[in-house]
């Protein structure tokens, strides 16, 4: 396997093993650089300045909405909001169309395996507006069929959101099916990508999705900068989710209109650095391919479960399938708590999570109250994933237990 850890300045010569991917992956030196370049070489509002300066980070800023738009094949720049993370992008929708659009008697679709990010601003929507909120379940695997789906949507279904990749289970949902079924029922729907943008293509336009969010710190971009897709349509009818500087034309001491899209949306000095950087980030996936990506992550994900699986005691949450990760590998061991897991594996230098992963409501579900998680990006390599097993071997050992 060709070595991408040279091109990532954290794990480049170092000793630790990092597979917390799922939460957040390292940096390559391209992106870093591009930030970098543009604070020293561009750094003024954008939007904002008829100077030389400031036309160059306004050009740098709509480039990187661009890339954006070309990498999930949205129809226009202007279908593309830049947002801090996917929790924002998800709240933009719930505030702005959710409660603009809900009444009582309306329903809000969700799954039982949502992020948090993706359930607490559907409990608020549905608080707010007297809408009810309903949870679609999956089989114990992860499996949620077209069956079930087509039992969950009915005629008061207005919003359905669903992730496109589990963050605990790591199981690629069928969004198509929910797309199709609540569209005939005249509802819309949102795919949180955060967990699939960095290792699939996604592309909005030919899933037909209504919302679409993901963050850029899960892929190889900074923290602080995340991206919300929505049909230019309904964007057109929103209300701004947040109010002030530059989303703005006109103001008065009375009232005030919009910005054209997608400033409308964009209250603020904007992180122009962020999305100059996730631009960067775009093109160092496109660099490696994601035939590469999704190859390289469903190797190292089938060495670390089939190994696994022969290690006593330990029991991977959902299917034990390799191919239905994703490079997600939730799991327990008997006896010992997620978190000594982590402890015990931390010392030997390799960093994974332990916890609810913020999805508390799945945990219940499957009947546990947390796990620990090893997750997979395409520089991660076989070494990293036999040091992974050789740690985890030990673990009941170290505990006490006598196998």
């Known amino acids: 396997m060709p070595d991408y850890k040279k091109d990532f300045p954290?794990?480049?010569?170092?000793?630790?093993?990092?597979l917390d991917n799922a939460a957040t992956t390292q940096r390559p030196a391209q992106v870093l650089e591009a930030e970098r370049r543009f604070y020293e070489t561009k750094n003024a509002n954008p939007l904002r300045g008829l100077y030389d300066l400031a036309v160059e980070a306004t050009e740098e800023y709509?480039?990187?909405?661009?890339?954006?738009?070309?990498?999930i094949g949205a129809k226009s720049e202007q279908e593309i909001i830049f947002t801090r993370n996917a929790t924002e992008s998800i709240n933009l929708v719930a505030y702005s169309y959710?409660?603009?659009?809900?009444?009582?008697?309306?329903?809000?679709?969700?799954?039982?395996?949502e992020h948090h990010s993706n359930i607490l601003p559907w409990q608020m929507a549905a608080r707010q507006t007297g809408a009810t909120l309903r949870f679609l379940e999956c089989e114990r695997d992860g499996t949620i069929t077209e069956e079930m789906i087509a039992a969950a949507v009915n005629?008061?279904?207005?919003i359905a959101a669903m992730a496109h990749i589990?963050?605990?289970?790591?199981r690629r949902n069928p969004v198509e099916a929910l797309i199709r079924r609540v569209h005939a029922v005249g509802g819309v729907v949102l795919i949180d990508a955060a967990q699939s943008a960095p290792h699939t293509p996604v592309n909005a336009a030919e899933l037909d999705a209504d919302f679409l969010a993901f963050s850029g710190h899960k892929m190889y971009a900074p923290?602080?900068?995340?991206v919300l897709y929505a049909k230019r349509e309904l964007l057109e009818k929103m209300p701004p989710f947040l109010t002030g500087g530059e989303m703005i034309e006109y103001v008065?001491?009375?009232?005030?209109?919009?910005?054209?899209?997608?400033?409308?949306?964009?209250?603020?000095?904007?992180n122009a650095g962020g999305a100059v950087a996730l631009k960067a980030a775009i093109e160092y996936i496109r660099s490696i391919g994601f035939d590469t990506i999704e190859a390289r992550e469903r190797e190292l994900t089938r060495l670390?479960?089939?190994e696994m699986a022969k290690v006593p005691h330990v029991q991977i949450m959902g299917s034990q399938e390799p191919e239905e990760h994703c490079g997600i590998i939730s799991f327990t061991i008997d006896g010992v708590h997620p978190h000594d897991i982590a402890t015990i594996l931390s010392e030997d230098k390799v960093a994974i999570r332990a916890g609810h992963h913020c999805a508390q409501p799945l945990l219940k579900y499957l009947g546990v109250m947390s796990t620990a998680r090893a997750s997979i990006a395409f520089y991660n390599s076989e070494e990293d994933i036999l040091r992974f097993l050789g740690s985890l071997k030990k673990i009941r050992k170290l505990m006490g237990y006598e196998d």
């Open 223 to 226: 923290m602080g900068i995340g």
């Open 62 to 71: 709509e480039s990187a909405r661009k890339t954006v738009r070309d990498f």
């Open 98 to 113: 959710a409660l603009s659009t809900l009444k009582p008697g309306d329903e809000i679709l969700i799954t039982i395996m």
């Open 166 to 170: 589990s963050n605990v289970l790591g």
């Open 252 to 270: 008065t001491r009375e009232s005030a209109t919009w910005a054209e899209l997608p400033h409308k949306f964009e209250a603020g000095t904007v």
């Open 10 to 18: 954290l794990l480049a010569g170092s000793d630790v093993i990092y």
């Open 155 to 158: 005629a008061h279904t207005k």
């Open 304 to 306: 670390a479960m089939e």
